[in-house]
């Protein structure tokens, strides 16, 4: 997750996370165990791996998130693909397997947030037949009832 964090561009950190975080912020132990040791009855993670040649490793190309809010049948998705990843039909994929997972687990709405200026996210939710809708200058929030 540490060599994943550390592909990842400025502008890829700013659009998942809306602030600009260092990668020692981002891969600090705690923050690291609560993302990659998730409580499966409330996320479902999605990671999409491959096997380098070079360096004769697995490497995540990109990690998508499910949250689903307690006692409700409201979830909430993330996704963040390695830049060089991106444009590829990899958050698509993902994106898809994200919403198959919530109809198994019976949550009928879905919702996600991102910067205004996030095109390609806005894009990839609309074709999935989500909503958008602006919540203030900086924000908008995609809805799409399953």
Known sequence: MIRFHRRLSER???MRYFESLSLAARTVH????RICFADPEQHTVLVAVRWNQK???EEILGVARLSKFENSQLGELALLI???FQGY???T???RRLLQAAQEQHITRITAEML???VR???LLKKFGFTLRLLNPRFVRAVRTL
């Open 121 to 123: 996210g806005e894009e």
């Open 12 to 14: 890829s950190v700013y």
């Open 55 to 57: 360096s004769r490793e």
């Open 93 to 95: 994929e993902l994106l």
């Open 116 to 118: 205004r200026d996030n």
């Open 82 to 84: 390695a830049d060089e």
């Open 89 to 91: 039909g990899l958050g």
């Open 30 to 33: 705690q923050r690291l165990a």
